[in-house]
């Protein structure tokens, strides 16, 4: 028989993580809190990458900078979603952009979530922690 405890506590799943952005500092830093968290991450630097880096790794999660050099994020959010569809990845716009027009243009694009930079890392956590709890739901 199960005590309360051990019913409660599930192991996370590790998760497969694309962290994309022109801003190599901020990739470092979000793929170093990623892997802390127990998760494998690739890292990318051009939009251009980001549709064959989802066929390759086939990741849970894409966390993906709006304007990047070749490809900019909406653009490769739409072509991931016209390939792919909406079931993988969890698509997350992390960008400088904040306006509400611009949370629209995210999610006609193909995004989840839109999370305008700074953010907090505990949010961003937070938005992948039911894939990471083997419930495998998007929000």
Not at 48 to 56: A, C, I, K, P
Request: proline content about 6%; hydrophobic content about 40%.
């Amino acid at each position: 028989m199960q005590s309360p405890a051990e019913g409660a506590s599930r192991p996370k799943r590790r998760l497969r993580v694309i962290v994309a952005d022109d801003d190599r500092d901020h990739v470092t830093t979000l793929a170093a809190l990623l892997i802390d968290e127990g998760h494998e991450v690739r890292e990318l630097y051009r939009g251009s990458e980001l549709v064959r880096m989802v066929r390759e790794f086939d990741p849970d999660v894409a966390l993906i900078d709006i304007s990047m050099p070749g490809t900019n994020g909406y653009d490769a959010a739409r072509e991931i979603r016209q390939e792919f569809g909406k079931q993988r990845p969890m698509l997350i716009a992390i960008t400088g952009w904040k306006q509400s027009s611009d949370r629209i243009l995210a999610r006609l694009a193909g995004f989840d979530h839109h999370v305008p930079k700074p953010f907090d890392p505990k949010e961003l956590l937070e938005l992948i922690a039911p894939l990471s709890e083997g419930s495998g739901t998007r929000a």
